[in-house]
């Protein structure tokens, strides 16, 4: 989908609103990000679902930042799940495999918080989850840098 027919789209619906945010604000959520990655290796051993969780909230804060960045934050119901949408209509196909590996690690982390028992997360899945979100916030923050060359990151 076109972002701006995105836009326009979840914008009609109440999916979406304006979000007027600082580079503050952007800067924290990255730093999140990045505080998260961090800890998703180190509890990898003891706890690879919290890790693969963890993974999981790294990306949904960097796509937050661009979401932020962008003017938008999601509104409603659904909110994780718009705003996987939403950065997928921001960074377009060239990310299509990394979207939906966003959007599974969306749907796992939902299976791993309200019903853990029907989901069993191995220690190869939580190692290719941290690598995908490695991947994804390092292309958030580039596309920030991109639309700020002179934002400089606290983190």
Request: aromatic share 10%; hydrophobic share 35%.
């Amino acid at each position: 989908m076109i972002y701006k027919k995105f836009i326009d789209e979840y914008l009609s619906k109440s999916l979406i609103k304006k979000q007027k945010s600082g580079f503050d604000q952007i800067n924290n959520l990255i730093k999140h990000a990045n505080r998260d990655l961090s800890a998703c290796v180190k509890i990898l051993d003891i706890a690879p679902e919290l890790s693969y969780t963890c993974s999981y909230t790294a990306m949904l804060y960097a796509a937050r930042a661009l979401m932020f960045l962008k003017g938008y934050r999601p509104a409603g119901m659904n909110q994780h799940k718009t705003v996987v949408d939403f950065i997928g209509a921001c960074i377009g196909e060239e990310y299509k495999v990394l979207i939906q590996k966003f959007d599974n690690m969306r749907k796992n982390r939902n299976m791993l918080t309200y019903e853990p028992w029907e989901l069993n997360i191995s220690s190869t899945d939580t190692k290719n989850a941290i690598k995908s979100a490695q991947e994804f916030v390092s292309i958030i923050t580039k596309k920030i840098r991109e639309h700020d060359p002179q934002s400089e990151f606290k983190f």
